[in-house]
């Protein structure tokens, strides 16, 4: 998936208009997304490329649809608690969304020592989230769920920090740090 990606060199935006802007691609340099010029929607795939940090700001909406958000770099998404960054998936008849936000093995892992790296923070994420590494995850409300994944499943380097989250759709672990979570509908469920 990840090398069909690679023959793509740049991410493809259209000018903000009111309705937002639109964008697709691979993100390679270091990119802020807006409140102003959201909601970013999403026509294509987005991978933010290794050595690139996307900072999506607080109040920013990202609308996924269908496609997916994957982090080989850095991704800090800092919202406030009255202006969250808002994630995005297209609904469906089942009540799970099309659309995920994806940490991969590969990405700028949390340091806490450092205060660097990935990490989503007062965000609404209305969309599967998948962590296949150390990514703080802290006062957000999660409503699809988190996969943290296990070591058959993918390779996980590090281990998130899931702590005083609102969580619907439970958790799957690998291996992760779980502290001071409502979790709702799904409860913690352990991978191999």
Known sequence: MVASLALVNEVSFCEAQTS???????????TTWTQTNGPYTLIGNILVNY???????AGTTVNLGSYYLMVNGTLQAIGE????????????????????????QFCNGWNSVTSTGCELVNA????PL??????EITQ????????????????????????NNLIQGGITVGSAIITNNTIMGGGISFGL
């Not at 937002?20 to 270091?30: A, K, L, N, R, Y």
């Not at 609404?124 to 969309?127: L, M």
């Not at 998948?130 to 990514?135: A, D, T, W």
């Open 81 to 104: 608690s009255a202006n969250p960054v808002i994630f995005n998936g297209n609904s469906n008849i089942y009540g799970s969304s099309g659309g995920q936000l994806t940490f991969t």
């Open 124 to 127: 609404v994420i209305n969309c």
């Open 140 to 163: 957000d409300k999660i409503y699809d769920g988190i996969n943290v994944q296990s070591q058959i499943n993918a390779i996980q380097t590090g281990t998130p920090m899931i702590s």
């Open 130 to 135: 998948i962590l296949s590494s150390s990514v």
């Open 20 to 30: 937002g802007t639109f964008v697709s691609g691979i993100i390679v340099t270091d």
């Open 51 to 57: 050595g690139a940090t996307l900072t999506i700001q």
